[in-house]
């Protein structure tokens, strides 16, 4: 008998994804978790599988297509026997998660020894959450209304954090205002904020035709989504960069010396795998730049844990893959994920799971010959750590010039939460961790 495919949940809070590739033609005869579809949503791209085992009767979706959960995929006429025993089995509900194109379990990610995620989440994570039905517009401000229902302790709190009391409504007897009310209001303000940041009509651009030939492609889901959650982090985080260098002339040798083992466990050991673990060290170091800023509730909050995000280059734009634990893994490790999760996010097999929960970010762009830049910091994440291309330069050193490997560092932070003296504590941590390895053996 037909039975139609719907697409499943996709899992986040993810409404719709593109439909890449289509997999099987009218009349092919599927099996039981055989992929079907090939989609992209803002999160990841990945195969669906099909519940059913039967055969393709009819295709409810094209090459292009926007999608969403509940939607008709296929109708496929379900076969019985014992020549198709697999397609005798129930079908699994159209509400079952979608399966990454990798379903093999792999370890959690690695990073190296001194290892260095971005949705999540990553950043892109972050902004595939709805934003929820839009907040109450706030009171109208009655300037003829001098005297506000609300203790002078209510009128302190409503002064400390930049709030006119005044535009606030209270929900206790005869309006009177609590503080409860006034954080109420500022999660209300915060998320209509935030939804006016994505949803701000773009600004219409002039007709380049009249100045010669152009052509168009349309956005992706990625870039879409990369658009939008960086604007959110720049428009919402005050950056503060600063800079240093680091001397990794002996960091290149321990790399060099360890390669060939790291290569033997399916890992390459590289500069970026040795700074992850730096960086985990220095963040238990200094917990304040481990941390978000919640001011709604006018806390900070301290993460005991220390997932990294490691921004990575892909055809389908930048991604940032999370290497989770890097403090509990070995370099040798860490080395290990760290190039299973760059593979996985450059051949566009990163479910939503490996771009989500990271505490800080680490982004490289010495493989471009870059040296210095101004990296924008992932939020809700406080802090990221930029890297460029190391180069051999004269360091006057005990009376002559030797030759030094340096590599350039770049660190922005919110300034909100992290001052000055924080950052350059940080930075300068990390740099005499890598200038002098054994440090993270006397301090952990």
Not at 134 to 141: K, S
């Amino acid at each position: 008998m037909p039975t139609l495919f719907k697409l499943p949940d996709l899992g986040e809070n993810i409404k719709s994804a593109e439909v890449l590739q289509v997999l099987v033609s009218l009349g092919d005869i599927i099996q039981k978790e055989q992929p079907v579809l090939e989609i992209e949503s803002e999160k990841a791209t990945v195969e669906v599988p099909s519940p059913l085992a039967g055969k393709v009767t009819q295709i409810h979706v094209n090459e292009g297509d926007t999608i969403r959960p509940g939607q008709v995929i296929l109708t496929v006429e379900e076969q019985t026997g014992p020549a198709t025993a697999v397609a005798s089995a129930p079908a699994a509900p159209a509400e079952s998660k979608v399966a990454p194109k990798a379903a093999v379990k792999t370890p959690a990610p690695i990073a190296a020894s001194f290892a260095k995620p971005a949705a999540p989440p990553t950043g892109a994570a972050i902004l595939a959450k709805p934003a929820g039905p839009p907040p109450p517009p706030p009171a109208v401000l009655d300037k003829d209304r001098e005297a506000v229902p609300a203790a002078p302790s209510v009128r302190r709190f409503a002064r400390e954090v930049g709030v006119d009391i005044r535009n606030v409504t209270g929900t206790g007897p005869g309006g009177r205002i609590s503080v409860e009310d006034i954080k109420s209001y500022v999660r209300q303000t915060a998320a209509q904020r935030a939804t006016t940041i994505s949803a701000r009509a773009p600004v219409e651009l002039p007709d380049f035709t009249k100045f010669g030939e152009v052509s168009r492609e349309p956005m992706s889901g990625v870039r879409r989504a990369t658009a939008r959650h960086m604007s959110l982090c720049w428009s919402e985080i005050p950056h503060v960069t600063i800079f240093e260098r680091a001397d990794v002339t002996g960091l290149e040798e321990v790399r060099k010396e360890f390669k060939a083992k790291a290569e033997e466990a399916g890992g390459r050991l590289t500069i970026t795998a040795l700074l992850l673990k730096v960086v985990a060290a220095a963040l238990k170091a200094h917990p304040r730049i481990n941390a978000s800023l919640d001011l709604a509730k006018q806390e900070i909050v301290f993460k005991r844990y220390y997932h990294i995000g490691v921004a990575v280059d892909t055809p389908r734009g930048l991604l940032v893959p999370v290497l989770r634990d890097a403090d509990k893994k070995t370099i040798i490790q860490i080395a290990v994920e760290l190039t299973r999760l760059s593979e996985k996010a450059r051949t566009g097999k990163l479910a939503p799971d490996d771009m989500q929960g990271a505490s800080f970010t680490v982004t490289n762009l010495g493989g471009l010959g870059t040296t210095y830049f101004t990296p924008i910091v992932n939020f809700p994440e406080v802090a990221i750590l930029g890297v460029g291309r190391a180069t051999m330069e004269p360091v006057f050193s005990h009376g002559t010039f030797e030759p030094r490997l340096l590599m350039p560092l770049s660190l922005s932070f919110d300034h909100r939460i992290v001052d000055g003296a924080d950052g350059a504590r940080f930075l300068h941590w990390i740099v005499e961790a890598m200038e002098k390895p054994l440090m993270l053996s006397m301090e952990g």
